[in-house]
């Protein structure tokens, strides 16, 4: 039997080179456009999650406490948003509960001197002597109603250190919860709709260092501050970062805009995402 001779073999491992050299660049495109569409995948994926997760905390804030850095410490305009964190609401009682002789004062929460105990009625968190709480009246974000601006006992909320009890009325008011506090408080504002809040510090998202970090577990500040510790990572490959806020108006909700930019081996993508904050005390 014949074998094949040497430039025969030549020729054919020529003609494989070729083949395998065009099979090669056709099938590279279709490779490249998977790789790419399943990085921008990736990308978008970690972008909309990590604005949900804004999300998430920017509904359940305090009523005008959301805030967007101005060129503060640590915050240029823009990368940090900052709000106070609600656990829960409800409806202190201002007026004397039912009973004989003009019914139980002790019950009712006073405006016109400090209280150190009232009730609120509806389901509220229990406390045993946390100082780690804050509770909130009519926060108007400015003026003399904000809530950021801690100290004193006249304010729209409690004290900084402030001993905050919450326990079921153990009387004839079921339904109801007992609040004490220790040393005593003086709100400054009454609320139309009677309600009070209990927060337990602020939450801050920041852009910094090529990613989006969220923040908690630190003290309340007048301007907004990146804290020096207590991050955890949202999102990595963060090359733009944009937070906007509009308080709104009495008769309009406010608006939290959010945008954010991430970028990997030359591909980007930008979201941009909104939330309705309602503001009403």
């Known amino acids: 039997m014949r074998g094949f001779t040497l430039p025969e073999l030549i020729i054919v491992i020529v003609i494989l080179g070729i083949v ?8 590279r495109g279709p490779v490249d456009a998977y790789v790419d569409q399943v990085r921008r995948a990736s990308l978008v994926d970690s972008a909309e999650m990590a604005l949900r997760r804004i999300a998430i905390d920017v509904r ?15 915050c ?25 002789g003009g019914g139980n004062q002790a019950k009712r929460l006073r405006f016109n001197a400090t209280d150190d105990a009232f009730n609120v009625q509806g389901p509220f968190t229990p406390l045993t002597g946390s100082t780690a709480h804050w509770l909130v009246i009519y926060n108007l974000g400015s003026g003399d109603a904000d809530a950021y601006a801690v100290g004193g006992d006249y304010n729209v ?8 009890s919450i326990t079921p009325d153990a009387g004839l008011f079921a339904g109801e919860y007992n609040v004490t506090l220790s040393p005593p408080h003086r709100f ?11 927060v337990d510090g602020p939450i801050m998202f920041r852009c910094s260092g090529g990613a989006l970090w969220r923040y908690e577990g630190y003290g309340i500040n007048a301007a907004v501050t990146a804290p020096g510790a ?9 090359t733009g970062c944009d937070f906007g806020y509009d308080a709104g ?25 909104q939330v309705h904050v309602e503001n009403s005390p």
Request: charged share 15%; glycine share 10%; proline share 5%.
């Open 76 to 100: 240029p305009a823009g990368q940090c948003l900052e709000m106070l964190n609600v656990l829960n609401g409800a409806r202190y009682r201002d007026q004397p509960a039912a009973g004989p």
């Open 60 to 74: 359940r804030s305090l009523p005008n406490s959301v805030r967007v850095a101005q060129n503060t410490a640590g």
């Open 188 to 198: 400054r504002h009454q609320s139309p709709g009677k309600r009070i809040y209990l």
């Open 157 to 164: 909320i409690t004290q900084t250190g402030t001993s905050i």
């Open 20 to 27: 395998s050299a065009t099979a090669g660049i056709v099938i």
């Open 230 to 238: 207590g991050e955890q990572l949202v999102a990595r490959n963060v």
């Open 249 to 273: 108006t009495s008769t309009r909700a406010g608006l939290v805009t959010m945008a954010i930019t991430l970028s990997q081996d030359g591909e980007s993508v930008t979201l941009l995402h």
